[in-house]
Structures are given as structure tokens and as C-alpha cells.
């Protein structure tokens, strides 16, 4: 089947640097994405590993290893605006996206 | 460009009647994917296209959903008769259906707005 898992909520203060995880089954897994969204609001793109090793896009990165079928995103300098859900999602050989259940981050001052 | 456009936003209907939601697609996209958020079953993916034909329809919940893609840049998710339990945001999204990883394909899904459905 496909499955994704990731942890329901985290929460980290201003200017910290946090990690979300997320672990994968998917047939004919080609890659994982990251997406941002805020309350009330569409899932945004933030990053994609269609090869195994790390992204870097700004503040954010994200990793994938294919060998342990698990990606994680890291929030560097984290700022309130990025109090969101955050949700992995996988691609497959038919460009096909299932979505995980999405981790809600929490910025405290 | 306008991004993928969505309508309605919001929707309130009674039990029994039919809801037909709407999705423009950004141009040169050639996938689109439907999916339903609720709070219970987070982001579930209810039907895709590629090139405007129905690719996967199993997570379509049941026979009172359909779908279609008439052309290249529009779609439509109809629900007949609508219930209760078909309350939830329902998502459009697009892409450029590209390669095999590390062919240039990012895997962005670019996602339209939004129509909030109310059955009551």
C-alpha cells in the first residue's frame, strides 16, 4: 500500500531550528515533497528530493534517503510566519502524490 | 499567470442536492488532481488526470462522485446526491508531468484555492 508518517505536531521558539520527519511506503516511489500550509489557506511547494541527499532552498532544506524510505525538512531561524502544517508527500512512477497527515508546527516567541 | 483557479470558494447546500465544483488549470499543465482535506482524513487524493484522461479514480468514495476533464484546461467534480459527510475543502492542483527523478521534474503541485463544501 501507501502510507506516510509523519509526527502530528512539534513546537520550537523564534529563531530555533527545527526537524520533521517523515517515513514513506510508496510502490514505485520516484519522490518526496515538502509542503507548507497555513490555516485557512492552499498547500504551497517548498521543496522536492527526487534523488537521495540534501535540497537547499533559503532557509529550508530537505533530505531524502531512498535506502531507508525517509526524508525529513529542516526549518532553519524559524520565524512566527512559519507556524503552519507541513506535509511530505510522495511521488510515483505514474507522477501520482499521496500526502501524509501533516505536521503542525508551533513558533513561540 | 493566474495560477489554477477554483469555484466557488464557498458552498453551503442541503442534503440530497447536487454540487458541481470547477477548475482552471495553469496553462501547459497537463496534470490535474483532485483532492478532499477534512480535519479526520487529512489530504486524500480522489482522482488524477494526465493529458485529460482519468488516470487512477480509486479514491473516489463512492458513485454519487464523478469527474471529468473536457479539455485541456478545465475540469469539474460533481457530487450527486450530496451528504453530510461530503463537507470538506476540496482541492484542484496542477503540474507539468515531467521525467524520472534527476531529469528536471520537481514533483510541484500547484494547488487553486479552495471550495469549502457545507452539506447541511
Known amino acids: 500500500g501507501q502510507s506516510l508518517e509523519q509526527p502530528s505536531e512539534v513546537t520550537a521558539v523564534e529563531g530555533a531550528i527545527v526537524q520533521i520527519n517523515c517515513t514513506y511506503q510508496?510502490?514505485?516511489?520516484?519522490?518526496l515533497s515538502w509542503y507548507q500550509q497555513h490555516d485557512g489557506g492552499a498547500p504551497t511547494f517548498l521543496s522536492y528530493?527526487?534523488?537521495?541527499g540534501l535540497e537547499e532552498t533559503g532557509r529550508f532544506s530537505s533530505f531524502l534517503s531512498r535506502s531507508d524510505s525517509y526524508g525529513y525538512l529542516l526549518l532553519q531561524e524559524l520565524q512566527m510566519k512559519d507556524s503552519a502544517s507541513y506535509f511530505c508527500?510522495?511521488?510515483?512512477?505514474?507522477?501520482?502524490?499521496?500526502f501524509g497527515s501533516g505536521t503542525k508546527l508551533n513558533v513561540k516567541p | 499567470d493566474a495560477g489554477v483557479i477554483q469555484s466557488p470558494r464557498h458552498e453551503v447546500t442541503e442534503m440530497g442536492q447536487e454540487v458541481t465544483l470547477r477548475c482552471k488549470l495553469i496553462?501547459?499543465?497537463?496534470?490535474l488532481f483532485w483532492y478532499r482535506q477534512t480535519m479526520m482524513r487529512g489530504l486524500e487524493l480522489l482522482i488524477y488526470?494526465?493529458?485529460?484522461?482519468?488516470?487512477?479514480d480509486s479514491g473516489m468514495p463512492e458513485d454519487r462522485f464523478s469527474a471529468k476533464m473536457p479539455n485541456a484546461s478545465f475540469s469539474t467534480l460533481k457530487i450527486q446526491p450530496s451528504e453530510p459527510r461530503d463537507s470538506a475543502v476540496y482541492f484542484c492542483?496542477?503540474?507539468?508531468?515531467?521525467?524520472?527523478?534527476?531529469?528536471?521534474?520537481?514533483?510541484?503541485?500547484?494547488f487553486g484555492e479552495g471550495s469549502r463544501l457545507t452539506v447541511l
Open positions: 508527500a510522495s511521488r510515483n512512477n505514474f507522477n501520482k502524490f499521496y
Open positions: 510508496t510502490s514505485g516511489f520516484y519522490g
Open positions: 528530493n527526487g534523488l537521495d
Open positions: 496553462s501547459g499543465h497537463n496534470s
Open positions: 488526470f494526465n493529458n485529460n484522461v482519468p488516470i487512477d
Open positions: 492542483a496542477s503540474s507539468l508531468a515531467l521525467g524520472a527523478p534527476g531529469q528536471g521534474g520537481t514533483g510541484e503541485l500547484f
